[in-house]
């Protein structure tokens, strides 16, 4: 039953993002289609679990080859201890750095993940991206992060510093299935759905790449006859935009 019930919910909300969030899914995609024909870089950005979807459009079959994770130390699920992350999301200035270290400049997308938007890394980064003159488009959920205060010195959540904002529609805490017996929810929405919001903007972005006449640059599986070589011409060919690899 309770499956059942998780599966009803995503469902609910991914016709929600449908509804609500469309249009501004196609704005990140022109933003990212525009960068890339103007030779600018695009990055993704998540700590803790929401590093998750930054490691999703990177990288990725069926992905586009110029999206650049950024994942700096301290931030992802392969840290031990992990209670780290948490410790990490929250440190004044470490996103500022991060920026620097990186490289961002005008012209640049960074694409950024925070289910509740209020710690100090994400936003850091974010304001820090406007200021070297990126865009930053975020990916957040609305009903929570409008239901917390912010943990930044500026009093700023992150959709109040984003050029623009996808909310992926779900509920405050994340999860979403109550059980009797439990004072709390359980099974989180924000990987699932987030997951299919990046992957549309990765869709209607070759979508748009096909509208100019430009072939996209998409990885195919590598356990496809002549993946390896197809891979291996468009990293070759946007060499230049990619940092993951050279």
């Known amino acids: 039953m309770f499956a059942e019930r998780y599966f009803n919910e995503i469902n609910r909300i991914l016709q929600n993002v449908y509804e609500t969030q469309i249009d501004n899914i196609k704005s990140a995609a022109e933003m990212i289609v525009n ?7 695009i990055y993704a950005f998540g700590s803790n679990h929401a590093s998750l979807l930054a490691l999703e459009l990177f990288y990725r079959s069926g992905g586009l080859a110029i999206i ?4 700096p130390p301290g931030l992802t699920m392969d840290v031990i201890p992990v209670t780290l992350t948490t410790e990490m999301e929250r440190m004044e200035n470490y996103g500022g750095i991060i920026i620097k270290e990186y490289g961002l400049k005008e012209g640049d997308v960074f694409i950024v993940h925070s289910v509740s938007g209020r710690n100090n890394v994400s936003i850091d ?22 239901d917390v205060c912010s943990r930044h010195k500026s009093g700023k959540r992150l959709f109040e510093t984003a050029h623009l904002v996808i909310d992926n529609c779900g509920c ?6 109550e059980a009797a017996g439990l004072p709390y929810k359980v099974a989180p929405t924000s990987t699932a759905v987030g997951a299919a919001i990046v992957n549309a903007m990765v869709a209607e972005a070759v979508a748009l790449f096909l509208e100019k ?6 990885f195919v599986s590598s356990n496809m006859d002549n993946g390896d070589d197809h891979n291996e011409k468009i990293l070759n060919l946007y060499r230049k935009n990619i940092q993951y690899v050279y």
Request: aromatic share 2%.
């Open 68 to 71: 650049n994770p950024i994942c």
């Open 35 to 41: 960068a890339s024909l103007n030779g600018n870089n």
């Open 213 to 218: 006449g430009i072939t996209p640059p998409v």
């Open 125 to 146: 980064m974010s304001l820090k991206a406007r200021e070297a003159g990126a865009k930053v488009i975020a990916l957040t959920n609305m009903e929570y992060s409008k």
């Open 172 to 177: 405050k805490g994340d999860a979403v299935i």
